[in-house]
């Protein structure tokens, strides 16, 4: 009876609710989510599910308020294995607009380690935005700085590139962890904020007297030069 009323206190702002979905082959993708997942448990009332494609039902897409896409880059485009989840589980919720209310953003992981940054991270940063967006969401980029991270990214989402360790594997570039850091932060802020003061529908325009008129005016003469 007390965790009912603790729980039920008019006074206790709702839980807001972070999704962070993730594809990782070699552990650095899963590095760069529990950054992100870091970040954004940093806000208060804000609960975060870190989770991969392959254990992610379109039930927790539509619980979440908010939803973070988190791949490596491959050939410039984002894992399959995410874009097979985005093409046939979510594509119902986005045609439906039940993710309209709800907060999206991104990162990406991986650069060929020898120098060429990039390697098409913005490319495929944006293909999972554009996902996001068909589904009407509310798209969180990246600031203009990074704090001190030395890796800022592209404006889309944090970009954490590569690096080869002294053990000869890739690791993350230096700053990568932090900027992750910042963009759950600021993901979490922006959905606490959603969650306490959803956004309204818009009401329906109705067209004013003078111009129906005038566009029905316009079809006439259209009809009569024809």
């Known amino acids: 009876r007390r965790l009912r009323a603790v729980c039920s206190h008019p006074d206790r702002p709702p839980m807001t609710t972070v999704l962070i979905l993730y594809a990782s082959s070699l552990g650095n993708t899963k590095r760069m989510a529990d950054a992100v997942a ?8 804000t609960m975060v599910r870190l989770q991969t ?8 897409v539509w619980a979440c308020d908010a939803l973070v896409l988190g ?3 491959r050939q410039g485009a984002a894992d399959a294995r995410l874009r097979h989840f985005l093409e046939n589980d979510c594509e119902r919720l986005m045609l439906s607009g039940r993710l309209a209310n709800k907060v999206g953003a991104v990162f990406a992981v991986g650069a ?3 120098g060429r940054y990039g390697d098409g991270a913005e490319i495929a940063q944006l293909g999972m935005l554009r996902a996001l967006a068909a589904g009407g969401m ?26 080869i360790g002294e053990d000869g594997r890739e690791v993350l ?7 992750g850091q910042l963009h759950g932060y600021r993901v979490a802020q922006v959905a606490r904020s959603f969650k306490h003061q959803p956004i309204a529908r818009p009401r329906r325009i109705v067209a004013w007297p003078r111009m129906a008129e005038l566009f029905s005016g316009v079809r006439a003469h259209l009809r009569s030069v024809r």
């Open 38 to 45: 870091e970040g954004a448990r940093s806000v208060e009332h």
């Open 53 to 60: 494609v392959d254990q992610t039902a379109i039930d927790d």
């Open 71 to 73: 791949s490596p880059v």
């Open 112 to 114: 060929h380690p020898h």
């Open 138 to 163: 509310t798209i969180v980029s990246g600031p203009c700085e990074w704090r001190n991270a030395t890796m800022r990214g592209p404006y889309w989402g944090p970009h954490a590139c590569l690096r």
């Open 173 to 179: 570039q230096d700053g990568s962890i932090e900027a």
